[in-house]
């Protein structure tokens, strides 16, 4: 029961680490799109005007 035990905690802890790094992949990514949007949207706003 032992190595069972050990392969679920080993599966545990590195789901937990792949959701952190989607989290933080995702974080991030949305932020340089939020900083490239800006200029974008304003590029965009000058057209319709």
């Known amino acids: 029961m032992a190595p069972l035990n050990w392969l679920i905690l080993f599966i545990y ?9 989607i989290i933080i992949y995702f974080t991030y990514m949305k932020f340089i799109k939020f900083k ?7 590029k965009n706003y000058n057209k319709f005007i």
């Open 13 to 21: 802890f590195l789901m937990m680490f792949l959701m952190i790094l």
């Open 36 to 42: 490239s949007n800006k200029m974008y949207k304003m």
